[in-house]
């Protein structure tokens, strides 16, 4: 299979006007491994969290599980020369703990071997690695000590990383820790929406300060393996404006929601501890219980840069009114809040707004708080019901224009002066949307799930030649 430029679809591109960006931009997509691995059982691999959630019922739409997932275990070569092909500058790639240290236990050489193979390759193709550690597959077993609501599984953690960095920290490009601790912690143990799939709010608050505890104690990991390697960390940040800015309750949601999502893990990371407001908020739920002498400064471990995550913005009220919906199980200690619908607003499959200018926004304010850390878009994407046509085209002009106009958003945000280095369209493959299952296609390649067929969409071809001409005229 080849990619082929010539079919390139412009139609769903408004942004019309130049938009370049600065020498050097590191051009990417992304994927995890959960996501797009299948062979679940492949090698010594052992259950995660999510292999087990997935087998509840009702758990996963469509009671879809991490197979066949993209088949990426077995097809990776392949994939890797897609990427090649699209011309992609990096692939960002997370490691499965299960393969790597079963059931959290000894190293598996048969795991570590997998993605031996996948950093070579990409090497081979001029793409640099960049690997995540953690993207939300807790080995079961683990989950079963108690998952990260236990201090002891950021100890299990820095072993496991230890194991991971000082295999491949020779080849590696880029290591990110954790990705978007908020959904591991607060979706996992508060909603139960995602594994392990419960609902005690006191667990979700344990569990977001021992990621973040496994964080900085991977980071020095990091930092004795692979000193010369930039290490940082993913968080899925987002802007959060008050529906009325003169409402004093609308504030106050504003406040809570912006500490809960973007605060409760930009400070204890950048400022070296949690923001008091929240301490407050959070006292009945543990907090400060769970943190100890000396965790603040291990959190804080000077950071090469952040990954942002952004997929759409949040207006909130203190009060139900007409489109509003209450904050859910989630929102520890924030439920009386009101989500505002704007039904005016063009929403992807997902049912999420498209709000580029909120890009724009979260990458201004960490810029305003943090002139001196790099920034990367690590994640930005979306899900749309992709129509194979007769002539095997995926014609996805809405895909290509939420592409452009957050493209053009992240360029703006350079325009004032932020220090963003490099964009990971999210996802470089359709694959396993956690509890949406296969339902929901974020890729710029097309999967089919029978024959594991890949048709690069038009917003693939599209993107590559954004890519090749370090943005548009
Ligand atoms: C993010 C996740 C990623 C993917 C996208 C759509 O929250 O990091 O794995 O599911 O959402």
């Not at 010594?44 to 275990?73: I, L, M, N």
């Not at 601790?181 to 929406?193: D, H, I, N, Q, R």
């Not at 301490?279 to 942002?308: N, Y």
Request: aromatic content about 10%; some cysteine; overall charge negative.
């Amino acid at each position: 299979m080849s990619v082929d430029h010539d079919r390139v679809d412009h139609d769903g591109v408004r942004e019309q006007t130049a938009c370049r960006f600065p020498p050097g931009f590191v051009w990417g997509a992304a994927t995890a491994a959960f996501q797009v691995e299948g062979a679940t059982t492949a090698d010594g691999r052992t259950d995660s969290v999510w292999d087990a959630f997935a087998r509840q019922p009702g758990a996963v739409v469509g009671g879809d599980t991490g197979e066949p997932a993209a088949d990426h275990y077995r097809r990776f070569a392949d994939d890797v020369d897609l990427m090649r092909q699209l011309g992609l500058g990096a692939y960002r790639f997370s490691l499965a703990w299960p393969r790597i240290r079963p059931d959290g236990g000894a190293p598996n050489p048969a795991g570590l071997a997998f993605y031996d193979q996948l950093v070579d390759s990409l090497l081979e193709a001029g793409i640099q690695p960049w690997a995540t550690l953690y993207h939300w597959d807790l080995p079961q077993t683990l989950e079963l000590d108690g998952g990260w609501a236990n201090r002891a599984t950021a100890f299990k953690f820095a072993e496991y990383a230890e194991t991971v960095v000082s295999r491949l920290g020779d080849r590696v490009a880029t290591w990110s820790t954790l990705n978007e601790p908020w959904c591991a912690a607060m979706l996992g143990y508060a909603s139960g929406v995602h594994a392990p799939g419960r609902t005690e709010p006191a667990a979700a608050v344990a569990a977001a300060h021992h990621l973040l505890l496994g964080h900085g104690l991977a980071m020095d990991v990091i930092r004795r393996h692979a000193p010369e390697t930039p290490a940082g960390v993913t968080l899925n940040l987002y802007d959060v404006e008050p529906a009325d800015p003169d409402s004093p309750g609308d504030v106050e949601a504003a406040r809570r929601i912006d500490g809960l999502q973007n605060r409760l893990y930009v400070d204890p990371l950048l400022r070296g501890a949690y923001p008091e407001d929240l301490v407050a908020d959070l006292a009945p739920f543990g907090l400060s219980d769970v943190v100890r002498d000396g965790d603040a400064e291990t959190i804080a471990a000077p950071l090469d840069w952040l990954g942002v995550n952004y997929y759409r913005g949040y207006r909130v009220s203190g009060a139900p009114q007409l489109g509003s919906e209450p904050a859910g199980a989630e929102w520890v200690g924030a439920r009386d809040v009101q989500f505002i619908r704007d039904a005016t607003a063009p929403r992807t499959e997902s049912g999420w707004e498209v709000q580029p200018a909120g890009l724009t926004e979260t990458l201004l304010r960490l810029h305003r708080d943090y002139p001196r850390l790099p920034l990367y878009v690590t994640e930005n994407g979306a899900a749309y019901p992709d129509v194979v046509r007769d002539d095997g085209a995926i014609a996805d002009t809405d895909r290509i224009a939420f592409l452009s106009s957050h493209l053009r958003a992240a360029n703006d945000a350079i325009q004032a002066g932020v220090d963003l280095r490099g964009y990971f369209y999210w996802s470089l493959l359709d694959n396993f949307e956690w509890a949406e299952g296969y339902a929901k296609r974020f890729g710029l390649i097309h999967v089919d799930y029978r024959t594991q067929r890949r048709t690069p969409k038009h917003s693939a071809h599209w993107y590559s030649q954004v890519i090749a001409a370090n943005g548009w005229d």
